[in-house]
């Protein structure tokens, strides 16, 4: 088992930054993948980045230039720096891990981007 605990989230307002953060504990195999997704109301869940297994890094598009990702191996953290937020950004953000033996979630982080 895998416990992901988010931390981060809360209001800002447009054009601010924000940064979350999720540690993993438990049973954590030295090769994963970690990421956020976020899903907004009414929408699906969806990808918002991650760091695959291989390395390097992916972005949805509509993030790309804003958000970073980013992982501390020690720690078995993983970050989302978000900057230049807008309205649309809001949702609940999650944190997911993922190895050879399936995907874990975090409980999940509301960031709220007033305008």
């Known amino acids: 088992q895998v416990q992901l605990v988010e931390s981060g989230g809360g209001l800002v307002q447009a054009g601010g930054s924000r940064r979350l953060s999720c540690a993993a504990s438990g049973s954590i195999f030295r090769i994963n993948a970690m990421g956020w997704y976020r899903q907004a109301p009414g929408k699906q869940r969806e990808l918002g980045a991650a760091i695959p297994s291989g390395g390097g890094t992916n972005y949805a598009d509509s993030v790309k230039g804003r958000f970073t990702i980013s992982r501390d191996n020690a720690k078995n953290t993983v970050y989302l720096q978000m900057n230049s937020l807008k309205p649309e950004d809001t949702a609940v953000y999650y944190c997911?891990?993922?190895?050879?033996?399936?995907?874990?979630w975090g409980q999940g982080t509301q960031v709220t981007v007033s305008s």
């Open positions: 997911q891990y993922s190895d050879w033996a399936g995907a874990y």
